[in-house]
């Protein structure tokens, strides 16, 4: 089976960006630079084609009650136009995937969830909803939409002005976190002020055949997933097959860090097991790591005490465009190295001093 593609591919291609295989699609990483899109983010705006983010919606009388099961935040709280950051766990709490859960205006009376699983994510979740809610026999409508919609990020201090100018202002009345449909360059769009840069911005879910029209509408430096990597990690925010994966890095909300998403009030599948964990802690926890000396932490470094003990690895890390530091994210022992103790990171062998920090490593 080739590699999926997003609606704007050839031109991304023509544009002369260079592409990667991720999550089974294949996306463009960089157009000019990595420095040069990371910085046009965090000083200006730039734009991302994040169309192979999976989307999943789901209706009906129990869809409430289906997304409050399968989810670890309170769905019940959102009203239409209110989204919310969840986890995906299974009966053990070890998260599955992370999502954005948007409540769109009700279908025929019935409340009706939109959820972004990540990339390659889409056809697993779309079974596990649909097999739960056939097990649980929920009445509710679970349609996997994710090649009906692209999905776009505008992102940086200047997105707000430019969302505005492209949509006659009706984005100027959208808040953080919250979202609705408004017409964009001409295109009804289901925009949302979110993002995954730690900027101000927007993204915009628009028909997958009108992708390039509202792509055109923002005079912007076009930005690949290079970009979208670093400025993540700045924020210290988890990257799904990186910071946590269910076989080769299986963490519960509570060690990455995201227990605030998990809500021990409703009845979720793991739930039982994260009430566990959030009595009994965590040996281990989700912390950053700023380099002292030369060299770029990376997935997979062990982090060690000055005797060469070990204290837990790494699962990202990069230099910072911003910081031009090198930084890293992972897990270390709860115990052995909070925030602020000097470890060591084994880069190729050589042992280099560093921090321990609680993420983010910017300000925002």
Same mark, same amino acid.
């Given at each position: 089976?080739?590699?999926?593609?997003?609606?704007?591919?050839?031109?991304?291609?023509?544009?002369?960006?260079?592409?990667?295989?991720?999550?089974?699609?294949?996306?463009?990483?960089?157009?000019?630079?990595?420095?040069?899109?990371?910085?046009?983010?965090?000083?200006?705006?730039?734009?991302?084609?994040?169309?192979?983010?999976?989307?999943?919606?789901?209706?009906?009388?129990?869809?409430?009650?289906?997304?409050?099961?399968?989810?670890?935040?309170?769905?019940?709280?959102?009203?239409?136009?209110?989204?919310?950051?969840?986890?995906?766990?299974?009966?053990?709490?070890?998260?599955?995937?992370?999502?954005?859960?948007?409540?769109?205006?009700?279908?025929?009376?019935?409340?009706?969830?939109?959820?972004?699983?990540?990339?390659?994510?889409?056809?697993?979740?779309?079974?596990?909803?649909?097999?739960?809610?056939?097990?649980?026999?929920?009445?509710?409508?679970?349609?996997?939409?994710?090649?009906?919609?692209?999905?776009?990020?505008?992102?940086?201090?200047?997105?707000?002005?430019?969302?505005?100018?492209?949509?006659?202002?009706?984005?100027?009345?959208?808040?953080?976190?919250?979202?609705?449909?408004?017409?964009?360059?001409?295109?009804?769009?289901?925009?949302?002020?979110?993002?995954?840069?730690?900027?101000?911005?927007?993204?915009?879910?628009?028909?997958?055949?009108?992708?390039?029209?509202?792509? %055109?509408?923002?005079?912007?430096? =076009?930005? @690949? #997933? &290079?970009?979208?990597? !670093?400025?993540?990690?700045?924020? +210290?925010?988890?990257?799904?097959?990186?910071?946590?994966?269910?076989?080769?890095?299986?963490?519960?909300?509570?060690?990455?860090?995201?227990?605030?998403?998990?809500?021990?009030?409703?009845?979720?599948?793991?739930?039982?097991?994260?009430?566990?964990?959030?009595?009994?802690?965590?040996?281990?926890?989700?912390?950053?790591?700023?380099?002292?000396?030369?060299?770029?932490?990376?997935?997979?470094?062990?982090?060690?005490?000055?005797?060469?003990?070990?204290?837990?690895?790494?699962?990202?890390?990069?230099? %910072?465009?911003?910081?031009?530091? =090198?930084? @890293? #994210? &992972?897990?270390?022992? !709860?115990?052995?190295?909070?925030? +602020?103790?000097?470890?060591?990171?084994?880069?190729?062998?050589?042992?280099?001093?560093?921090?321990?920090?609680?993420?983010?490593?910017?300000?925002?």
């Amino acid at each position: 089976m080739g590699l999926r593609k997003p609606p704007l591919r050839e031109m991304h291609a023509e544009r002369d960006a260079s592409f990667t295989e991720f999550g089974g699609w294949e996306m463009p990483v960089e157009f000019d630079s990595i420095r040069t899109e990371h910085a046009a983010v965090r000083e200006s705006a730039g734009i991302f084609d994040v169309s192979h983010m999976g989307e999943i919606q789901v209706a009906g009388p129990d869809a409430t009650a289906l997304m409050g099961r399968l989810t670890t935040n309170d769905v019940s709280e959102l009203e239409p136009g209110d989204t919310q950051y969840a986890c995906i766990t299974d009966e053990s709490g070890v998260i599955l995937d992370d999502t954005m859960v948007f409540r769109l205006p009700d279908r025929e009376g019935q409340p009706h969830y939109l959820f972004i699983p990540n990339a390659g994510h889409d056809a697993e979740m779309y079974e596990r909803w649909v097999s739960h809610r056939d097990e649980w026999g929920l009445d509710a409508t679970v349609d996997d939409t994710t090649e009906e919609w692209a999905m776009l990020a505008l992102q940086g201090p200047e997105a707000p002005d430019l969302a505005a100018e492209a949509s006659d202002g009706l984005t100027t009345d959208i808040d953080r976190f919250e979202a609705t449909f408004c017409e964009v360059a001409g295109v009804r769009s289901f925009t949302s002020r979110t993002g995954y840069t730690g900027e101000d911005g927007f993204e915009f879910l628009v028909p997958w055949d009108e992708a390039e029209t509202v792509w %055109s509408a923002f005079d912007c430096q =076009p930005c @690949g #997933l &290079g970009a979208r990597d !670093t400025l993540r990690l700045e924020m +210290g925010f988890l990257l799904s097959g990186e910071d946590f994966h269910p076989e080769d890095e299986p963490r519960n909300p509570y060690e990455a860090g995201v227990g605030w998403t998990v809500d021990l009030d409703t009845e979720f599948v793991g739930r039982d097991a994260l009430e566990a964990v959030e009595r009994e802690g965590v040996d281990e926890r989700f912390r950053g790591v700023v380099l002292q000396q030369r060299g770029v932490p990376r997935h997979g470094y062990e982090v060690v005490d000055a005797d060469g003990d070990h204290l837990g690895h790494l699962t990202s890390g990069t230099m %910072s465009p911003t910081l031009n530091e =090198p930084i @890293g #994210l &992972g897990y270390l022992s !709860t115990e052995q190295a909070p925030p +602020g103790t000097r470890v060591r990171v084994v880069v190729r062998g050589e042992p280099k001093q560093a921090n321990v920090v609680t993420p983010p490593f910017i300000n925002r």
